[in-house]
Nanobody, 122 residues
């Protein structure tokens, strides 16, 4: 099992940047594909980005491609989501997730963090 704790959310103006972090427990972090998802009020949770176990492959939702970057540091058991050129429609609760699948995937994921709120003002 793995436990996930997100941080780095907050309030930012449109056009600004934030970096989310997700710290994982355990010594097997590199065996998990990691992903970021988000859920806005009244909407379903949606895939944002994913990264392979050693960081060589990434995948993004079309809505964030070119603006968001996912990365990971296996030595620190941490995955990041750098968010640039933020838009009001990026406002949501952002969740980190992990899956022991071998290849990168948009889902399903097995383990979830509690989420961190990102609010982008216009």
């Amino acid at each position: 099992q793995v436990q996930l704790v997100e941080s780095g959310g907050g309030l930012v103006q449109a056009g600004g940047s934030l970096r989310l972090s997700c710290a994982a427990s355990g010594r097997t972090f590199s065996t998990y594909v990691m992903g970021w998802f988000r859920q806005a009020p009244g909407k379903e949770r949606e895939f944002v980005a994913a990264i392979s176990r050693f960081g060589r492959v990434t995948r993004y939702a079309e809505s964030v491609k070119g603006r968001f970057t996912i990365s990971r540091d296996n030595a620190k058991n941490t995955v990041y989501l750098q968010m640039n050129s933020l838009k009001p429609e990026d406002t949501a609760n952002y969740y980190c997730a992990a899956t022991p699948q071998v290849t990168i995937t948009t889902g399903p994921y097995d383990y979830w963090g509690q989420g961190t709120q990102v609010t982008v003002s216009s």
